[in-house]
């Protein structure tokens, strides 16, 4: 409130501002059971957080905040619940070797797997601050606009790391988007569709659904 009372300005006050808010939640452990599961479920909700609540155009215009390759979603749906931390490492740095996500994760493997870093960027791998972190850079930074609050976008990630607490629900929602991309017919916006309703039954978000089964 006050740096709002004090002129500061958010995403969606200009055309090139593209401010973001960044949040980086500790990570739980240093094995892959403790990081496999939170970045599977983000993956695998990321179209309706970027839906459910567009960020702004001048963030979406710009490459720092795209979204993971489907070739990533794939892998984590699939073989993800198997993997090692050094296959994932190998199979993060294989699909998306950027810090432009919405969730980063090179922080924390520059931390964990150094070396594979180094490796896979070279010496762009030396401008990384390694960190035992999520880096969670999706959000706008909304702070000029009254009622906006950090508590919004905290727990739209607590709804990620609940998601991946919930063992079933993770396998059945990677089940789910496998037979999604094995579909033809299917477009994005059907998985999209899919996500409002499921969320809505596991009352992920607010626990709230609306009499269509969406959430609100």
Same mark, same amino acid.
């Given at each position: ?9 958010? !995403? ?36 309706? *957080? ?7 155009? !001048? ?20 073989? &993800? ?20 996500? &919405?969730?980063?994760?090179?922080? $924390? ?31 706008? $930074? ?27 629900? *993770? ?6 988007? *496998? ?9 994005? !916006? ?18 709230? $659904? ?7």
């Amino acid at each position: 409130g006050a740096l709002r009372a004090a002129g500061a300005r958010g !995403s969606r006050e200009g055309v090139f501002l593209g401010f973001g808010l960044h949040l980086n939640p500790e990570i739980p452990g240093q094995d892959a059971a403790d990081l496999v599961p939170i970045v599977r479920a983000f993956a695998l909700i990321e179209d309706w *957080l970027r839906k459910a609540d567009p960020i702004d155009p !001048s963030r979406r215009l710009l490459p720092f905040v795209d979204p993971y390759p489907r070739s990533l979603i794939d892998r984590l749906a699939s073989a &993800g619940p198997d993997w090692t931390l050094e296959a994932f490492a190998d199979a993060y740095l294989d699909e998306t070797p950027t810090r432009n996500r &919405g969730l980063d994760m090179l922080p $924390c493997l520059a931390h964990l797997a150094k070396d594979r870093v180094a490796q896979a960027l070279g010496p762009g791998a030396a401008s990384i601050g390694a960190r035992p972190t999520f880096h969670y850079r999706l959000p706008d $930074c909304r702070i000029d606009e009254p009622g906006w609050r950090l508590a919004y976008e905290w727990n739209r990630w607590v709804m990620v790391e609940r998601l991946a607490a919930d063992t079933a629900a *993770l396998k059945g929602l990677a089940a789910d988007w *496998l037979d999604y991309r094995a579909a033809l017919t299917t477009t994005r !916006s059907d998985w999209y569709a899919h996500l409002d309703r499921v969320l809505c039954k596991l009352e992920l978000w607010d626990g709230s $659904c609306g009499k269509d089964g969406k959430t609100r």
